[in-house]
């Protein structure tokens, strides 16, 4: 399994937008922040915008909010927003496997793929705001 740059660019678009907690921002302003084009930004936030991770606001103030509070938007589901399925093989997330009687690594399939969907499920922006408000902060110790 690879996080592509959609993945990991909608992530990072997000943090930024998480850290300004609430105030809207302009495609332009996330795309600097975050060193992405802005035509790349705005094809990242239709799939984002339908599933409600983020929303727009119209007018002078207008820009992008999170559609939902950071502390509600995991890692994992906008991971799977952008990526599909997180699944490292054909058969990590189902029981009804052709090769099961022959697989002797299925198991370890299946476990890495639960571990996985765990982690990224139990990490949401607000999490990722936090530990980037840490980071900032050595930087200058």
């Not at 982690?119 to 050595?138: F, Q, R």
Request: include cysteine.
């Amino acid at each position: 399994m690879r996080i592509s740059t959609k993945g990991r660019y909608s992530l990072e678009a997000l943090l930024h937008m998480a850290i300004l907690d609430g105030k809207a921002l302009s495609v332009r302003a996330i795309a600097e922040a975050a060193d992405i084009s802005e035509a790349y930004l705005e094809q990242l936030f239709i799939p984002l915008r339908k599933a409600g991770i983020v929303r727009s606001i119209r007018g002078s103030d207008g820009g992008y909010v999170p559609g939902r509070a950071p502390d509600q938007i995991t890692v994992g589901e906008v991971l799977r927003i952008m990526e599909g399925s997180l699944e490292i093989t054909e058969c990590a997330k189902t029981t009804e496997c052709l090769q099961s009687a022959d697989c002797m690594c299925r198991e370890i399939w299946a476990e890495l793929y639960t571990a996985i969907n765990d982690c990224v499920d139990s990490i949401t922006l607000s999490d990722l705001a936090k530990a980037y408000g840490v980071m900032e902060k050595m930087e200058y110790i």
